[in-house]
């Protein structure tokens, strides 16, 4: 019965290749968010996503796409992987997305790694 | 962009100890929120604040929401080796979807 669920839990792959990180909420949310954590722990959001409507879009290469097939997912494509791509990528969700008793809840997060 | 301050960035105590831990913030926000998270699993939600001057407590672990609306304090008391983890602080203004974080306390308790 797992809230918000991530796969791969574990991503080791070459510069240069393509690769997808997947997210599943089964909380009945409507907004779903990516964040990456470096090396630091520092998190930053990346994307944001309410009913399938992309509403945040920060600063992020566009190597990163974000992709809503439903509003119970939310994945993330990353084309021509960096090194400095390496990071925690952390989904999260929440009910809507603004107000109080609106708080995020994440996944176990994807460890990526660029060799 | 709204810059969250959070102190300190790491602490090491013995286990009975209390500690206290802050964040500070150079606008003003709506909503504090302090999560835990603990190594290889993501933020966990420990406390939410919505009001300025509230005062919540979940068990050991007391968080208040600052008068001035930008900044928020987080106390766990008679600490134990479980409370081990990176505590951040995060913080929403108006009615952003967006959440700012802190860069988070490392806390290190010894038995």
């Known amino acids: 019965d797992t809230a918000v669920s991530q796969t791969p839990k574990y991503l080791v792959t070459q510069m240069g290749n393509d690769k997808s990180i997947k997210c599943e909420q089964n909380?009945?949310?409507?907004?779903m968010y990516w964040y990456k954590q470096d090396s630091k722990k520092f998190l930053k959001i990346m994307f944001s996503?309410?009913?399938?409507?992309?509403?945040i879009n920060e600063t992020v290469p566009n190597r990163f796409s974000p992709k809503s097939p439903d509003k119970a997912h939310l994945n993330l494509h990353i084309n021509s992987l960096e090194l400095g791509d390496s990071a925690v990528y952390f989904c999260?969700?929440?009910?809507?997305?603004?107000?109080?008793?609106?708080?995020?809840?994440f996944g176990p997060g994807t460890r990526l790694t660029v060799l | 962009g709204q810059q969250l301050n959070q102190s300190p960035q790491s602490m090491f105590i013995q286990e009975g100890e209390d500690v206290s831990m802050n964040c500070t913030s150079s606008?003003?926000?709506?909503?504090w929120l302090w999560y835990k998270q603990d190594p290889g699993e993501g933020p966990v939600l420990l406390i939410a604040?919505?009001?300025?001057?509230e005062l919540t407590s979940n068990g050991r672990l007391t968080a208040q929401f600052g008068i001035t609306r930008k900044d928020s304090f987080l106390n766990i008391s008679a600490s134990i080796p479980s409370d081990v983890g990176i505590y951040f602080c995060?913080?929403?203004?108006?009615?952003?979807?967006?959440?700012?974080f802190g860069k988070g306390t490392l806390l290190t308790v010894n038995p």
């Open positions: 909380l009945g949310h409507d907004t």
């Open positions: 606008s003003i926000f709506n909503t």
């Open positions: 995060a913080g929403r203004g108006g009615s952003n979807y967006k959440l700012t």
């Open positions: 604040l919505y009001k300025a001057g």
């Open positions: 999260a969700s929440s009910p809507s997305g603004t107000g109080d008793y609106n708080e995020q809840f």
């Open positions: 996503y309410n009913n399938k409507e992309l509403i």
